[in-house]
């Protein structure tokens, strides 16, 4: 009978948790396209480039919906299950909670293990290579289009505007262009009746040959002319090229950009980690070191070998200090103006030191965010599947809209809470791994409750603060 009844409650869970799956992927992915789809169009980008950045950026939005989908399969299987009064009937066989629900525990260690490679492994490289292709996609610009009565002012150093530009043809009419490769204040205009563009390299470079015009420019004062002067050219035939380069859309190799935290593999980012801490603590020493040069006295030992020092005399000038009283003023500035100068830059250097240490030190507080953050998402499958089942069967209610709201409810709070955390601990507030793990303990802390209200039937008694308010009755009688 037990092992007919761990196949009824497996058999529930895998159909509510693709099927959430695929909803919360879709909503996901829907949101994404909301988002930058406008970004990406009207840009030229392939297709195949389009979908691979769609693949990509599902690597991120599986973190998000697999421990979401776990916790919903577990509301409906476990929440049917009492609903149907199954729960019921098996309890009082005498079957333990524990005997029910452990196969499902199983399911969500291996599901952990699968998050725990998927985010250790998988997802850092599909961030890296969708933040390189989002860096070519946004280092593109749009195609050379030109419109009539349009300026066209996406080259570099050039703005167009012309009055016709029949369709179908590289043929252009009535054709002004405004130079700015010499500056704003030297704008040189070009103005011409008629041009062709030609494309050359595959669209990279554009040749404008211009037809029966003049150009206008500002020319600078040279040794022979002091004043500047103004320059009326006419031409049949005038040709300018222009380099689209970022018009054109460029795969770049993946060794071409570097990786941040949250496209680095585990092994990648501790040895970063270990790297950053040792170049802390070189820091550390090396202000140590400055510091007691600075606090040690000059020349060194000098009070402790000279015996014969004279005994120290009473100030003789202005100056209170003992060590400068038989000094006169010239001899004390010769004297303090060194010194403060040698006090000044090593302020200074300190300075330098504790601002590089404390940015050191945010850098590696924020790796070590990431490396907790990796385990803490992968252990909130086996958390929620905890939470899931005794909450499932406290409701008592298999219904969309309760499970629902229930879960989104429990789903955001972890969430919130574990962002807070990551904020929180990256600015200093908490250790790191507390951080990441605050929101772990919290739903841990609600789950064991949870388990404990179900196996010991706290529905069925009274509520503790009737029980407490009774008990308080009989000690006054």
């Known amino acids: ?3 007919r009844l761990h196949w009824i409650v497996l058999r529930r869970l895998p159909g509510p948790f693709f099927g959430w799956l695929g909803t919360l992927m879709f909503l996901l992915l829907m949101q994404f396209l909301i988002r930058w789809l406008p970004e990406i169009a009207g840009k030229g980008i392939p297709v195949p480039v389009i979908i691979e950045l769609i693949a990509y950026n599902l690597a991120y939005m599986v973190v998000l919906a697999v421990p979401m989908s776990v916790l919903l399969a577990a509301l409906m299987a476990f929440g049917e299950l009492a609903e149907s009064q199954y729960y019921t009937v098996i309890k009082s066989t005498g079957i333990s909670f524990g005997q029910i629900v452990w196969p499902t525990l199983v399911v969500a260690l291996l599901l952990m293990g699968g998050m725990l490679y998927f985010n250790n492994v ?9 933040r390189q292709l989002w860096s070519d996609i946004r280092g593109k610009r749009p195609g050379f289009e030109l419109r009539s009565g349009i300026f066209y002012e996406d080259l570099e150093d050039y703005s167009i505007l012309v009055r016709d530009r029949p369709s179908g043809t590289n043929d252009l009419i009535d054709v002004t262009i405004y130079d700015y490769t010499q500056g704003r204040d030297r704008q040189a205009v070009i103005k011409a009746e008629r041009g062709v563009i030609t494309s050359n390299d595959g669209g990279a470079r554009l040749t404008l040959t211009l037809r029966n015009g003049e150009m206008h420019r500002p020319l600078p004062a040279d040794a022979s002319n002091r004043s500047e002067r103004y320059e009326r ?3 049949d035939r005038h040709r300018i090229q222009f380099t689209l380069s970022n018009a054109v859309f460029r795969r770049s190799t993946s060794g071409e950009t570097s990786r941040s935290t949250r496209t680095m593999r585990t092994p990648q980012l501790l040895a970063t980690l270990d790297s ?3 170049l802390r603590d070189e820091k550390y020493q090396s202000l140590y070191e400055q510091t007691q040069d600075q606090l040690s006295p000059w020349p060194p030992d000098s009070a ?7 005994a120290p005399v009473a100030p003789t000038h202005s100056s209170p200090y003992l060590a400068l009283a038989d000094l006169d003023d010239d001899a004390r500035r010769s004297v303090v103006s060194p010194a403060v100068q040698n006090a000044r830059s090593a302020q200074s250097t300190i300075q330098n030191i504790q601002r ?4 050191q030190t945010q850098r590696i507080r924020s790796y070590q965010v990431e490396f907790y953050k990796k385990f803490s998402i992968a252990l909130a499958c086996l958390i929620f599947m905890i939470v899931g089942a005794p909450l499932g069967l406290a409701l008592r209610r298999g219904g969309l809209a309760t499970i629902g709201a229930v879960a989104l409810g429990i789903f955001m709070f972890y969430w919130v809470t574990l962002v807070q955390g990551e904020k929180l601990a990256e600015r200093g507030f908490f250790p790191p791994w507390l951080g990441m793990w605050i929101a772990n303990f919290l739903m841990s802390g609600a789950g064991l409750w949870l388990i404990l209200y179900v196996v010991l039937d706290l529905g069925a008694t009274p509520p503790l603060r009737r029980r ?3 008990w308080l009755r009989s000690l006054r009688s």
């Open 1 to 3: 009978m037990l092992r």
């Open 122 to 130: 998988m997802l850092p490289e599909a961030n890296h290579r969708a």
């Open 233 to 235: 050219l006419t031409f």
């Open 276 to 278: 950053l801490k040792a």
């Open 304 to 310: 402790a070998t000279d015996t014969s020092a004279p």
């Open 356 to 359: 590089d240490t404390k940015w």
């Open 468 to 470: 407490l308010w009774d």
